[in-house]
Antibody, heavy 116, light 106 residues
Framework: EVQLVESGGGLVQPGGSLRLSCSAS????????MHWVRQAPGKGLVWVSR????????SYADSVKGRFTISRDNAKNTLFLQMNSLRAEDTAVYYC?????????WGQGTLVTVSS | EIVLTQSPATLSLSPGERATLSCRAS??????LAWYQQKPGQAPRLLIY???NRATGIPARFSGSGSGTDFTLTISSLEPEDFAVYYC????????FGPGTKVDIK
């Protein structure tokens, strides 16, 4: 069974940093592109970032480019999102997702709150 | 950036009725469009991919159509568990989601 479990969310002050993790199991993690998608409270879904299977290629939404870094450790079946210079508008549930072409498996999400 | 718009924002229907949801892209996305269902407190679930293909385990009452810039998700006869928010998403140029259509009970 495919499982994606996010962790690392919490309350952080504006300008601060946070590192999210996503532990994957039930599939060959190193064979898949992985993404982060976020959802602000009561709002819609927003794609954040993606990384290819070996970590050599990444893409970001304009809203996080230069502030967020996606990475992965295939030996530990783990996806990461390093978030720096956080803003109030980054407050959201962050989902880790697996995609071949579309997002067919999702974690339960981890809440990041940026507030003073 | 490709912008997706969805209509209506809210659709109020009764169980057993037919639901028709629309998604329009700001430029052609070919058939690279998906539909997701999201219930409160849950992660989204993939329903339809490449405009008209049902994902694994999705009931036949869900169907998708369209290409280019105009797409439709149809639920032929609403079941109680179908009342939720539905998002379209394109993968033609990076990834964007529409703002969602809430299907609620009339």
């Amino acid at each position: 069974e495919v499982q994606l479990v996010e962790s690392g969310g919490g309350l952080v002050q504006p300008g601060g940093s946070l590192r999210l993790s996503c532990s994957a199991s039930g599939f060959t993690f190193s064979g898949y592109l992985m993404h982060w998608v976020r959802q602000a409270p009561g709002k819609g879904l927003v794609w954040v970032s993606r990384i290819n299977s070996d970590g050599s290629d990444t893409s970001y939404a304009d809203s996080v480019k230069g502030r967020f870094t996606i990475s992965r450790d295939n030996a530990k079946n783990t996806l990461f999102l390093q978030m720096n210079s956080l803003r109030a508008e980054d407050t959201a549930v962050y989902y880790c997702t697996r995609a071949v072409s579309y997002f067919n498996f999702w974690g339960q999400g981890t809440l990041v709150t940026v507030s003073s | 950036e490709i912008v997706l718009t969805q209509s209506p924002a809210t659709l109020s229907l009764s169980p057993g009725e037919r639901a028709t949801l629309s998604c329009r892209a700001s430029q052609s996305v070919s058939s690279y469009l998906a539909w997701y269902q999201q219930k409160p407190g849950q992660a989204p679930r993939l329903l339809i991919y490449d405009a008209s293909n049902r994902a694994t385990g999705i009931p036949a009452r869900f169907s998708g159509s369209g290409s280019g810039t105009d797409f439709t998700l149809t639920i032929s006869s609403l079941e109680p568990e179908d009342f939720a928010v539905y998002y379209c998403q394109q993968r033609s140029n990076l990834f964007t989601f529409g703002p969602g259509t809430k299907v609620d009970i009339k």
